[in-house]
């Protein structure tokens, strides 16, 4: 599932967020329904599997929250980014114990990927405003 970007405005606008945030809940959806194919002496890996992907979806709707604070909007979305590295991960797992087959992993792994190389570009354009900000000879002081 490709974003096609048409154009930016120097961060992150709502068509983006509300793209990324859309796939970030089909894919805790799809984790949902696959991590039922797990063993059930797997609880651990299912409830880890599960909760990190909410919590990409939660640290993304907290972050759009709070997007007029840049350092706290930029922190939100690392958290997201970590919560979705580590689905990865527990998806990994899974894919290695053959839990799930490695297509489903890689389909959802890339969706992951390609959601959060959007969201970098935008955060990229939020720190480089930091940076000029704090330059700024009345910022200084």
Not at 70 to 88: G, P
Not at 131 to 136: D, E, P
């Amino acid at each position: 599932m490709k974003y096609e970007k048409k154009g930016t405005n120097g961060g992150l606008d709502y068509e983006v967020y509300h793209f990324v945030f859309e796939t970030a809940v089909e894919i805790s959806e799809e984790i949902f329904e696959v991590s039922k194919c797990f063993p059930r002496e797997k609880y651990h890996l299912i409830d880890q599997v599960r909760s990190h992907s909410r919590l990409v979806c939660t640290n993304l709707a907290e972050a759009w929250r709070v997007k007029e604070e840049e350092s706290i909007f930029t922190n939100k979305l690392s958290d997201a980014a970590q919560a979705a590295s580590k689905t990865q991960t527990c998806l990994e797992l899974a894919s290695k114990h053959n839990f799930i087959g490695r297509e489903i992993f890689q389909k959802i792994d890339s969706k992951y990927e390609d959601i959060f190389e959007l969201l970098c570009d935008g955060t990229k354009h939020i720190h480089q405003r930091i940076y000029n900000f704090s330059m700024r000879p009345s910022a200084a002081k």
